[in-house]
């Protein structure tokens, strides 16, 4: 079955220290990868997305993440995480219905990132 | 990207009764999804709303009980019919532009049901 995974429910990290929130996936086919960051009591909002080229992606916020297609992987990473960051992170692929070929979004569990000032 | 609203924001509804929600888009959108999520847990995929057609459900989603209509590529509504208090949950809208490959998401809608 196509899927998702954040194998973290909960990530903590030192304000100004590296961060890394793991996602892996399984989806036949290349993949389409996003990430979403939910602040709370708010909407999501896109962070960035993987579609083909290259491995490392940037997107909002300084946030980066790298495909892995060995590793079936799409870790979220930012080098220098703020007490701002703190949020509902969540991984999502993009997979084709086999019966219409239409596509829908599958989500992962979420990892709540908190920063520690 | 594309700035989507939805009405209600919120509401307190009696069990029994049903609500319909809606989701408006500024600029014409390929997809439009419903979505359930408890606070701060995953999305739920409920359906996807067909301009001109019946939605695509999900397993474990049925017509009768999320009824959705799509009259043209801005606007979609989604009723939650015959409530009870499991279906308390934010009901999210999200759309796919013309232009790009990610979803947008509304602010959503909170549901309680008493």
């Known amino acids: 079955a196509q899927s998702v995974a954040q194998p973290e429910d909960q990530v903590n990290v030192a304000e100004g220290n590296p961060l890394t929130v793991k996602c892996t996936y399984s989806?036949?086919?290349?993949?389409?990868l996003f990430w979403y960051v939910q602040y709370p009591n708010r909407g999501l909002q896109f962070l960035l997305k993987?579609?083909?080229?290259?491995?490392l992606v940037k997107g909002s916020y300084g946030f980066e993440a790298e495909f892995n297609k060995s590793q079936t992987s799409f870790h979220l990473k930012k080098p220098s995480a703020l007490v701002s960051d703190s949020a509902l992170y969540f991984c999502a692929v993009r997979v084709v219905r086999p019966t219409s070929g239409t596509y829908k979004y599958i989500f992962g569990t979420g990892t709540r990132l908190k920063v520690l000032a | 990207s594309a700035v989507i609203s939805q009405k209600p924001s919120r509401d307190i509804c009696q069990r029994g009764t049903s609500l319909t929600i809606q989701c408006q888009v500024d600029?014409?959108?390929?997809?439009m999804f419903w979505y359930r999520q408890q606070p701060g847990q995953s999305l739920t995929l409920i359906a996807t709303?067909?301009?001109?057609?019946?939605?695509?459900?999900e397993s474990g989603f049925v017509i009768d009980k999320f009824p959705i209509s799509r009259p043209n590529l801005t606007f979609s509504t989604l009723t939650v019919s015959n409530m009870s208090p499991e279906d308390s949950s934010i009901y999210l809208c999200?759309?796919?532009?013309?232009?790009?490959?990610?979803?947008?998401f509304g602010p959503g809608t909170r549901l309680t049901v008493l």
């Open positions: 709303a067909n301009q001109g057609s019946e939605a695509t459900y």
């Open positions: 600029s014409q959108v390929t997809m």
């Open positions: 993987y579609i083909t080229g290259d491995n």
């Open positions: 989806v036949s086919g290349n993949p389409y």
């Open positions: 999200s759309v796919v532009t013309l232009t790009y490959n990610e979803q947008f």
